[in-house]
């Protein structure tokens, strides 16, 4: 079985959305990593970075990488149609915004999680994590303003990518700025939300508590 070093609230989540949809079972290893340094080290044992998605394939093959572990889920799964296959015409862009939200926007959480590894000064830390946020709504707009939606970002069918922009825009700055920054992709944040196949996970993995927006 496919096991996943993951938390709720966090980047394991579109993935563990995926395999739901996919229905395809899978483990969840919980491990918070960013407040519980025994689960950061149970996580080391597979990926020395300590970082969660970390998923160990039945082989025992180890794959990290947020963006990488559900391209290589929907190229495994080519039926589902959760990604543009290889010839297909949206290939390009779907590699393209995968990997951005992956660089340009999630990989900020390690300094939003601690400013104090990227400066020495506490004071800082404020200022840091505002011009972060700045930083991601800006990378969201520009994202927003260069896609020609359909139902979904890629056209009308849901894609990895969805489930991925879904998450991660609900992490800080929230989704109220979310909203703003990038009104096209709000509305299909919005659908998958409330995508009745996944009504019962999101209320398991990242539940819409009360003020969530923001
Ligand atoms: N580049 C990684 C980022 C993963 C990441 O930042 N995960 C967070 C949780 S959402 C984490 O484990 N943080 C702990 C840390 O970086 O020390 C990916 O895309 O999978």
């Known amino acids: ?24 079972p899978y483990e969840v290893i919980e491990a918070v990593t960013w407040e519980d340094e025994a689960a950061r080290e149970r996580v080391e044992t597979a990926n020395p ?13 180890v794959i990290t990488e947020s963006a990488a572990i559900l391209i290589y889920l929907a190229d495994l799964h080519p039926q589902a149609r959760l990604a543009p296959g290889l ?11 995968m990997t951005y939200v992956s660089a340009a926007i999630y990989a900020f959480a390690w300094i939003k999680d601690d400013p104090m590894r990227i400066t020495a000064s506490d004071k800082l830390a404020p200022e840091i994590i505002d011009r972060i946020h700045d930083r991601i709504a800006d990378c969201w707009h520009m994202m927003d303003d260069q896609i020609t ?11 990895v990518l969805d489930l991925y922009v879904t998450v ?11 909203y703003k920054s990038a009104p ?9 939300d409330t995508d009745p196949r996944l ?5 398991k ?10």
């Open 168 to 178: 991660i825009s609900r992490f800080a700055p929230w989704r109220s700025r979310f």
């Open 1 to 24: 079985m496919l096991k996943i070093f993951g938390a709720v609230g966090s980047g394991s989540v579109p993935i563990e959305a995926m395999l739901t949809l996919l229905g395809v």
């Open 49 to 61: 970075l300590g970082q969660v998605p970390t998923l160990v394939l039945p082989s025992g093959e």
């Open 205 to 214: 993995r990242f539940p819409f508590d009360e003020g969530w927006e923001r």
């Open 87 to 97: 010839n297909d015409p949206n290939r390009a862009q779907y590699l393209r915004w």
């Open 184 to 192: 096209k992709m709000a509305e299909i944040v919005r659908q998958v």
């Open 149 to 159: 939606p359909g139902r979904y970002i890629l056209g009308d069918e849901l894609s």
């Open 199 to 203: 009504n019962e996970f999101w209320a």
